[in-house]
C-alpha cells in the first residue's frame, strides 16, 4: 500500500518545503482505493469490481476514477468509461468535487491535469452530462483579465474552442451564454496586440454571433455590458453592432427599446465577481474584512507584486473595483470598526493607476452606478465608495479628489450627449440619497475646498449648485453662511478662505499622509468638524464627549443646551460619530444589572432619560431632541432599537427595585415614549418595530428576545400576526431561544398571534426558509392555534415546495377528529400520486373513527353528483369560488389513492360499508364514459346486490340507515345539504351554480 501510494500520480504542483494538505490526501487515498480495486484484473472483473465497491464507497470510487483521468492521459478513455458505467448518481458526486476541485486548487495544477480538465469536460459536454455548465463557469473564472501569459491564453482558446465546437450544447444554458459574453468582451480588450490578433479576431465573431442570436438572454447583463462595449467600440463587427444598439434597437430584440433600458439594469453581481479568479477574490475580501487601517501597507504591496506588476494588468484595477464597489458590502458593525474601509482600497488602487487609459476607465468603474442611480432600485452601497474616497483623500491626497471631481463634471455632458439630462438626473440622485442616509453630513467643504484650484471650483459649483448653497444663505448640513461663496464660518480665531485669494491659504496645520495611522486616528482629524457646527458656547462641551464618549459628558452637553440652541443636524452629526466609533449593543441571554447599566453609559441614552424624565410638551429642548432623533434615524438607523432597549432596561429596573407583589405588578412599561418617538419622526408603529428588530437582529439576537415579551404585549394590535416582524424574529432564533418563545407562551406571558387573518400570515411564510418555518409552526402549536384557522391553506400546500408547512399541519390534523369542512378542504388538494398528504391523514383517523370518515366520504362523494342538467354544464365555465367544496374528479382521484392503499393492506372495509357502496354506485351512475374508465377499479368495488353477511357487526349497526345529510347537518354546510334532497333541485341550480 505504502509502495503505491508513494507511485500515484500528482494533481498538483508542490514545492519542497510545501506538505501535502488534507485535499490532495484524500485525493490519493481515493486513488490508490481504486487502483487496489482494478490491479491485474482482467477487464470483466474490474468492471464486477468497481460495481461492487461502488455500491458500498461510491464517493472514494468516483473520486479515484476522476484523479485517474485528470493525471494519466493513456488510461483517461478508458477510464471515463468505467466511470460513465458506475456511476450511480448521475454524475452529482464528481461534479461537486470537480468544481470544488477547480476554485481551491486551480493555479497548482500540474500542466498535465489542466489538459485533461479540458479533454474532460469535452467529453462530458460532448455526453450531454447534466450540470457540467456550473464547472466551465467556475473554470472561466481562471480566464483572467489583465494577463496575456501562455497559461492564461492556452485557457482561454481552448475554452473559446470547447464553445464554437459545442454552440448548440452552449445555446441551452442562457446564464452560461452571458457569461461567456461577459467574460471574451471583457478579454477582447487585452488581446490588441500584434501576436494575439487571430485568437481577436476569432473571439470577435463568436461573441458577435452570441450577441446578435441570444440578444434578449444577453439584456439581463445589465449596465455593465454597455460599459464592455465602450470599451471595444472601435472593432468594426463592434461599431456596426453599436450602431443598431442606438439606432435599430428592435433589429435585435422585439424587447429592446433602447440603449437606455440596459443602463437602468444594475448588473448582477455574480458577473462583477466573474472577472476576477478565486484566489484574487479571498485576498480582497481578506483586506477588506480581516486587515487593520495602519497595518495594511505590507498586504497592499503584495498584492501588487502579485498581481498588478505587468503593464497589461492595468485593465484589472477596472475589474476590482467594480467587485469592491458592488459585491463586497460590509456590515454596520464592520464599518465600525478599525477594518480597511473599501474607499482605502480604492484609492490605493487609482494612484497605482500609471496608463491614462486605465485611470478614466477606473473612474468610470467607481462612479458608474452613479449615473443612472434610481433610489428605489439601486443600493447605496454602489454609490458610497466613490465619495467617500473624495472626501478622506482631500487631506493627504488631494490630486485624487480634484481628479475624480473633474471627472465627475466632465461624465454628465461627455457619457452621451443624447441622455446628458438623465446622467445629471442620476448623478443628483446620488448626491441627494448620500446627504439623506448621512453618509457625509455636508458635501459643501468638499465642493468648495480650498485645495482645489480656482477653475476646478467654479466648475464644480456651477455644476452642483444645488448642493453647494441651498439659496436661503445655508449650505446643504443647514448651518447659516456668512457669505455667499465661502466656506461656513468655523470659529472667531480660525481663518475664512475664499475665492478671491490668489495666494495660497494658510496652513493650520501640517498635513500627513493618513496611510499609516489607525482608522480611529483618521476619524479623529474630523473632530474640528463636527464641534464647530456647534454655537460657541457649546464646543467645549462638545470636545470633552468626544475626549470621554460617556454619558456624563453628554447629559453636560445637553443640559448646557439653550439659546442659541444648536441645530438637529449638527447635534446629530455628534452623536453619530460617537455611535459608528461605539461597539454594537451586546448582552448575554440572562443579562446582570450591572451588564446593562454598562451599556446606559453610552451618550445616545442620555437624550431618552430627558425624554423620560422631561415630558413638558412644550419643551424646546425636548422637541430638539425629537429633531436630533429624526436626523439620526436617517443616517443610522438603530436609533429605534436603542430607544425600546432603554425602556425595557428602565422597566426591569423598577420592577426589581419594587419589594412590594402589589406595586411589582403595577409598574409600567413606558410604551407612551415609543409612540410619542414614531409620532414625532411620522413613522408607523408596526413599521417602525420591524425596521428596528431588523436592526437589531444585525446587532444582537439576543437583546431581539429580551425585547419581544414587552413589545408584543404593549403594542399587540400593531404586532400580532405582523408578518415582516415575525419573520425577522424567526429568522434570528435558535434553538434555545425558540425553547424560551415556547415557554413564555405556555406561561401566558406571551401572545404573538391572533385568529384574525392568520391566513394571508402563513400563505406567506410559505416561502421561509425550513429553520424559520419549524420555529413559526412550534410558536403557533405553543399558542394553540385551530385547525380551523389553518384550512383555508391546506388546498394550496405543494407537497414538493411546501413540505414544513404540510408536515406541521398533518400532526395538527392527527390530533383532530375528522369532520366535514376538514375533509372538504382536504379533498380540495390537487391529486398527485407522489402526494400523500389525504393518504395518510384519512387512513389514520381510519384506525378510530373508520366508521364516521365512511360516513363523510359518502355524503362527499355523493353530494358531488347533484344531476346531470344541460343548463348546469353551460354555467361550469364560471370562476370557482375558493371556498368551493372538491369537484367529482377530485373526491374519485383521492378515494382511488386510499383503494390502492386498502388493497395493499389486505382491507376493504371502509368501502365494503353500506353508505360508501350507495355512494359509489350513485358516483357510477352519474360519472361521464371518460371518468367510468378512469377509475374502473374504484367502481368495480360497488356490490349490484346486498352486501355480504360476514361483514362486521359495528359497521352494519353504524350505517345500516340510508344516506341522508340530515345525519350530518352539523358539519355539513347548507350548500350540500341542498345538493342531496331531491326536492329542492331547482332552487339549487342558482344557489351553487359554480360547485361543480
Known sequence: MEQAKSNSPRLFVCTAIENKDELEERYERAYTFFQSLVADCSEKEAHDALNNAVCKNHEDVSLGMLMSILTEPHNATKCYRDLTLVTRDGWTCVLNNLSNLILERYLKFHDITRNQLLWLIKEMIRNAVMGVDSVCWNLMRYASGGDVTPKNIFLV????????????????????????????????????????????????????????????????????????????????????????????????????????????????????????????????????????????????????????????SQTLRSDM?????????????????????????????????????????????????????????????????????????????????????????????????????????????SLQQIIEKRVLPNLQPLFDSPKLDRELRTTVRETFKEFCSNGNGEGVSGIKEDGHDELPRVGPDE????????????????????????????????????????????????????????????????????????????????????????????????????????????????????????????????????????????????????????????????????????????????????????????????????????KCQECDSNILVWLIPDVYREFKDQVQNHIRLLHVIVSTLDARQLQLLVCLTLQGNLMMFKSDDITTMLSTSLGWET?????????????????????????????????????????MLKQERPTADVLRQLFCRTVDDEDTFVLSTVMYWCQDYEDKVADLLAVLLSTRYPGTSPNKRKRSSKSIPSNAPPSAEQVLGHLEQIRICCVDQDDMSIFNMECMQKALQQ???????????????????????????SRRARKLVSNSLPISPNLHSSNDDSEEEEIVKPKQAKRRKKAISDSD
Not at 247 to 259: A, C, D, G, I, R
Not at 774 to 798: F, G, N, R
Not at 925 to 948: G, V
Request: net charge negative.
Open 157 to 312: 482558446e481552448s475554452l473559446l474552442d470547447i464553445y464554437i465546437e459545442n454552440r448548440a450544447w452552449l445555446d441551452k444554458f442562457p446564464v452560461l451564454v452571458c457569461m461567456v459574453v461577459y467574460t471574451y468582451l471583457r478579454l477582447i480588450e487585452d488581446h490588441n496586440i500584434p501576436h494575439l490578433q487571430a485568437l481577436r479576431q476569432k473571439e470577435v465573431v463568436f461573441v458577435i454571433a452570441l450577441i446578435r442570436e441570444h440578444f434578449t438572454e444577453v439584456l439581463t447583463l445589465g449596465r455593465d455590458l454597455v460599459r464592455l462595449l465602450q470599451n471595444v467600440a472601435r472593432i468594426p463587427e463592434f461599431n456596426q453592432l453599436w450602431q443598431d444598439i442606438l439606432s435599430n434597437p428592435k433589429s435585435l430584440s422585439p424587447t429592446f427599446t433602447s440603449v437606455m433600458q440596459l443602463l437602468q439594469t444594475r448588473t448582477s453581481r455574480r458577473y462583477l465577481q466573474s472577472r476576477l479568479t478565486p484566489d484574487m477574490e479571498r485576498k480582497l475580501v481578506f483586506l477588506t474584512s480581516q486587515v487593520r487601517f495602519g497595518h495594511h501597507k505590507k498586504y497592499q504591496e503584495w498584492f501588487q507584486r502579485q498581481y498588478l506588476a505587468t503593464p497589461e
Open 771 to 811: 429553520f424559520e418555518q419549524y420555529c413559526l409552526w412550534q410558536l403557533l402549536t405553543a399558542h394553540e392555534i385551530s385547525v380551523e384557522d389553518v384550512l383555508p391553506i391546506i388546498p394550496k400546500l405543494s407537497y414538493k415546495d411546501h413540505a414544513e408547512a404540510l408536515t406541521s399541519v398533518l400532526l
Open 923 to 949: 358516483s357510477q351512475s352519474n360519472s361521464s364514459d371518460s371518468l367510468k374508465r378512469q377509475y374502473s377499479e374504484l367502481f368495480s368495488l360497488a356490490w349490484e346486490d346486498e352486501l355480504p353477511i
Open 495 to 694: 481663518p475664512v478662505f475664499s475665492d478671491d485669494e490668489d495666494d495660497p491659504p494658510p496652513i493650520i496645520a501640517e498635513d500627513t499622509d493618513d496611510d499609516d495611522l489607525p482608522l480611529s486616528e483618521v476619524r479623529a482629524r474630523e473632530r474640528p468638524e463636527l464641534a464647530a457646527a456647534l454655537p460657541l458656547l457649546l464646543r467645549p462641551y462638545a470636545e470633552t464627549l468626544l475626549d470621554e464618549r460617556n454619558l456624563t459628558a453628554a447629559n453636560s452637553l445637553l443640559n448646557a443646551c439653550s439659546s442659541p440652541m444648536p441645530t438637529p443636524v449638527a447635534l446629530a452629526d455628534l452623536f453619530a460619530a460617537m455611535l459608528q466609533d461605539a461597539p454594537p449593543l451586546r448582552i448575554s441571554l440572562n443579562p446582570t444589572q450591572e451588564e446593562l447599566d454598562a451599556i446606559l453609559n453610552l451618550p445616545i441614552f442620555c437624550m431618552f432619560n430627558y425624554l423620560n424624565t422631561h415630558k413638558e410638551s412644550g419643551d424646546s429642548k425636548r422637541k430638539l431632541i425629537f429633531e436630533t432623533l429624526k436626523e439620526l434615524q436617517n443616517s443610522l438607523q438603530s436609533v429605534g432599537y436603542c430607544l425600546l432597549f432603554f425602556l425595557k432596561v428602565c422597566y426591569e429596573k423598577e420592577r426589581k427595585s419594587e419589594k412590594d407583589p402589589g406595586k411589582k405588578r403595577n409598574v409600567k412599561f413606558k410604551s407612551d415614549l415609543y409612540r410619542e418617538y414614531c409620532s414625532a419622526l411620522e413613522l408607523k408603529i408596526a413599521e417602525s418595530l420591524a425596521n428596528d428588530f431588523e
Open 321 to 429: 473595483i467594480r467587485f469592491i464597489v458592488g459585491v463586497i458590502h460590509p456590515t454596520n458593525e464592520l464599518l465600525c470598526s478599525d477594518i480597511i474601509p473599501r474607499w482605502a482600497v480604492i484609492g490605493w488602487l487609482l494612484t497605482t493607476c500609471t496608463s491614462n487609459v486605465a485611470a478614466s476607465n477606473a473612474k468610470l468603474a467607481l462612479f458608474y452606478d452613479w449615473l443612472f442611480y434610481e433610489p428605489d432600485k439601486d443600493n447605496i452601497m454602489n454609490i458610497e465608495p466613490a465619495i467617500l474616497v473624495m472626501h478622506h483623500s482631500m487631506r493627504s491626497h488631494p490630486a485624487v479628489t480634484a481628479t475624480l471631481l473633474d471627472f465627475l463634471c466632465r461624465i454628465i455632458p461627455n457619457f452621451y450627449p443624447q441622455y446628458v439630462d438623465k446622467v445629471r438626473q442620476g448623478i443628483f440622485n
